[in-house]
């Protein structure tokens, strides 16, 4: 892996359109609920994302922060029901953030991240808006999102570190937007 490789994807990546969209739908949605999820490092790039939203004055709800709920949900009906068994209070306009190394990609006959696949659809049945930050070819969730960028590489630590560039970019457009001077 060169650096270039990674420099050519960052660059493809940040030249994509859907960012002023995704920019502008949660400037757009500022009184609903932003709900954010991701598994491994993705979920360490959601918590820090719905941190700095909140700084912002959104109201987050990482749905990887609850320790004890995450444990009971995947104690009582498995990992793959983690996510979506804690959006009941999901509502129309509110907004799903995912971010995914490979987006759901299907590998010998199973969806990986399954969990995430399933918080989409519940999402889009509730009549919200996803927003997905992707790897590789996008998976599952390129096709179910309302917006999504897809960071054109497979490896984890590539596509999670331009992931994590994006969610800072993301917070300081909308910050800017604001005309706050919190520094996020």
């Not at 493809?12 to 757009?28: A, D, V, Y």
């Not at 009906?77 to 971010?99: C, S």
């Not at 969806?111 to 590789?136: D, F, H, R, T």
């Not at 596509?159 to 520094?183: A, F, M, P, Q, T």
């Amino acid at each position: 892996m060169s650096e270039n490789e990674i420099i050519r994807a960052l660059t493809e990546t940040l030249s994509q359109p859907n960012i002023g969209k995704i920019i502008e739908q949660i400037r757009e949605q500022y009184s609903r609920t932003l709900w954010l999820a991701g598994n491994g490092g993705s979920c360490y790039n959601v918590s820090h994302m719905a941190s700095d939203l909140e700084a912002l004055g959104y109201d987050t709800k990482c749905l990887d922060l609850n320790i004890a709920r995450i444990t009971a949900i995947t104690n009582d009906y498995g990992w793959g029901k983690v996510y979506e068994y804690q959006m009941w209070h999901f509502k129309a306009q509110d907004i799903l953030i995912v971010l995914s190394v490979h987006g759901g990609a299907v590998r010998k006959g199973e969806v990986w991240s399954n969990n995430l696949v399933k918080a989409c659809q519940v999402a889009k049945s509730k009549q919200g808006i996803v927003v997905a930050l992707l790897g590789g070819d996008g998976g599952v969730i390129k096709g179910i999102a309302d917006y999504s960028v897809v960071v054109p590489h497979e490896k984890a630590y590539a596509v999670e570190g331009i992931h994590s560039i994006l969610s800072h970019l993301i917070c300081h457009k909308l910050s800017e937007i604001r005309g706050d001077s919190l520094e996020v």
